[in-house]
């Protein structure tokens, strides 16, 4: 036994044309697999099968403010219902590691979105970006490389790092013709959240496994403590006087994050929760407030719930 037995290293990831830089922790792919327990009354369990297969690539990205139409696509942002995201067309994506490694997840999509901290505070990308790499259109999964390939000993001739593209953004906070929240400020940043809702089910064959995933929506949210408006102004939006029954986009509208030439805007949104009111000389009177995005409409027909700039 001897030190070469042990394997570490850095490496960066490449998909769609994009090049992918990852912050301490890196990158994790995952080989994932389904099984069904095969059992006897006497036996109890005592084998099993494989029912589906998948690869997961995941990992925090640096803090850097490139590849923004990847990493928040459209298809996400104002997303056709119903509609496949996989599709037929091979979107390979590769991790290329230092020591030579390369492993090439060849059928592979966005399926988490990165959650996103706007603070001088904390890292820019809050949460793990993750893509999944299901098989590979005209293959069987008893064929090798319908999933993935793996190889040693390459080249390895990472992309220039471009540290210009670092964000620990100070932002300035609209939420339009709100009474008292036309310009505020929030006391540890903001948190966005985008929530994707994939469906892989309707898209699985017996015998094949998951082929692609139906997309039943999006929906983005942001959370953070505003200063500036007043209690009474707070609490006004949180229980409005009006009827119950009343759609919450009565209430909403775009809350945009600005910090220099980059924004953020959440459509339509409107007050979902609170942390409450709190009377206590070491925290603020006002809780943390969260916004969460409706569906706008434009002619009858629904446009993008967040944009990204």
């Keep these: 036994m001897n030190s070469s037995n042990i394997i570490v290293g850095p490496g960066y990831a490449?998909?769609?044309?994009?090049?992918?830089?990852?912050?301490?922790?890196?990158?994790?792919?995952?080989?994932?697999?389904?099984l069904r327990e095969i059992s006897a009354e006497e036996f109890g369990r005592f084998d099993s099968v494989t029912t589906k297969r998948r690869v997961t690539v995941s990992g925090k990205l640096w803090s850097g403010w490139e590849n923004l139409s990847l990493i928040l696509p459209g298809v996400a942002l104002n997303p056709a219902i119903g509609s496949k995201l996989f599709g037929v067309t091979a979107l390979p994506l590769v991790v290329n590691g230092q020591d030579g490694s390369r492993l090439t997840v060849v059928h592979a999509q966005?399926?988490?979105?990165?959650?996103?901290?706007?603070?001088?505070?904390?890292?820019?990308?809050?949460?793990?970006?993750?893509?999944?790499?299901?098989?590979?259109?005209?293959?069987?999964?008893?064929q090798a490389n319908g999933y993935y390939t793996y190889s040693i000993g390459n080249a390895y001739a990472a992309p220039a790092f471009d540290k210009?593209?670092?964000?620990?953004?100070?932002?300035?906070?609209?939420?339009?013709?709100?009474?008292?929240?036309?310009?505020?400020?929030?006391?540890?940043?903001?948190?966005?959240d985008w929530k994707?809702?994939?469906?892989?089910?309707?898209?699985?064959?017996?015998?094949?496994?998951?082929?692609?995933?139906?997309?039943?929506?999006?929906?983005?949210?942001c959370k953070g403590l505003p200063i500036g408006p007043t209690e009474a102004q707070v609490a006004a939006q949180l229980m409005p006087?009006?009827?119950?029954?009343?759609?919450?986009?009565?209430?909403?509208?775009?809350?945009?994050?600005?910090?220099?030439?980059?924004?953020?805007?959440?459509?339509?949104?409107?007050?979902?929760?609170?942390?409450?009111?709190?009377?206590?000389?070491?925290?603020?009177?006002?809780?943390?407030?969260?916004?969460?995005?409706?569906?706008?409409?434009?002619?009858?027909?629904?446009?993008?719930?967040?944009?990204?700039?």
Aim: overall charge negative; charged content about 20%.
């Design 14 to 34: 490449t998909w769609n044309a994009g090049n992918f830089r990852f912050g301490d922790g890196g990158i994790k792919a995952k080989f994932v697999k389904n």
């Design 110 to 142: 966005l399926t988490k979105l990165a959650n996103l901290t706007l603070s001088v505070e904390k890292e820019l990308w809050s949460a793990d970006v993750e893509w999944t790499g299901l098989l590979l259109p005209g293959n069987t999964p008893d």
């Design 164 to 192: 210009t593209k670092f964000r620990a953004p100070v932002i300035s906070a609209t939420w339009t013709g709100i009474t008292g929240f036309t310009s505020f400020a929030l006391k540890s940043g903001a948190q966005i």
């Design 196 to 221: 994707y809702d994939l469906d892989f089910e309707p898209c699985t064959v017996d015998g094949y496994g998951e082929l692609d995933a139906i997309i039943n929506g999006f929906e983005a949210s």
């Design 241 to 309: 006087a009006q009827a119950l029954g009343v759609l919450e986009s009565t209430n909403g509208a775009d809350l945009t994050l600005t910090f220099g030439a980059n924004s953020v805007v959440l459509k339509q949104a409107f007050l979902a929760e609170n942390d409450g009111f709190a009377w206590n000389r070491k925290q603020n009177r006002v809780g943390e407030l969260t916004w969460r995005t409706t569906v706008p409409f434009t002619a009858g027909a629904p446009v993008a719930r967040a944009s990204v700039a």
